[in-house]
């Protein structure tokens, strides 16, 4: 297991318990969050973790799958806000801290017409 997946263990703990002091531990002071799908950028641990402290509604996490190798992790997780779940694709780099994230959160949508017979929806 690498140091940083162990980091990423502990931040999305953190942030499941909204242990915001914790959360801050596990990303360096100069950290960089990016959300491709609205083209935002935050700079700086300490703007980062006030967007996620100030994240509206009773949310809740679960991590799904884990992939690392040193250096980078991947995470996919399963979010819920009330009544509404999302899935979100996490992009880590760092070493002991996290020094970036790059998240994705794609909408879900239905399917083309066609392949029906290829296909077992779940």
Same mark, same amino acid.
């Given at each position: 297991?690498? $140091?940083? &997946?162990?980091? #990423?263990? %502990?931040?999305? @703990?953190?942030?499941?318990?909204?242990?915001?002091?914790?959360?801050?531990?596990t990303?360096?002071?100069?950290?960089?969050?990016?959300l491709?799908?609205?083209?935002?950028?935050?700079?700086?641990?300490?703007?980062?973790?006030r967007?996620?402290?100030?994240?509206?509604? $009773?949310? &809740?996490?679960? #991590?799904e %799958?884990?992939? @690392?190798?040193?250096?980078?992790?991947?995470?996919?997780?399963?979010?819920?806000?009330?009544?509404?779940?999302?899935?979100?694709?996490?992009?880590?780099?760092?070493?002991?801290?996290?020094?970036s994230?790059?998240?994705f959160?794609?909408?879900?949508?239905?399917?083309?017409?066609? &392949?029906?017979?290829?296909?077992?929806?779940?």
């Open positions: 297991m690498t $140091d940083l &997946r162990k980091t #990423v263990e %502990r931040f999305w @703990a953190a942030a499941q318990d909204r242990d915001w002091d914790a959360f801050a531990e990303v360096t002071e100069d950290v960089v969050y990016t491709p799908q609205t083209r935002e950028r935050i700079s700086g641990r300490e703007r980062y973790v967007f996620n402290r100030e994240y509206p509604g $009773d949310w &809740r996490l679960r #991590v %799958r884990i992939v @690392a190798e040193p250096g980078q992790v991947v995470t996919w997780i399963h979010f819920t806000v009330g009544l509404e779940e999302m899935y979100g694709i996490s992009f880590f780099t760092g070493t002991d801290r996290i020094e994230i790059t998240d959160w794609p909408e879900p949508y239905e399917p083309p017409a066609g &392949r029906e017979h290829l296909v077992e929806r779940y």
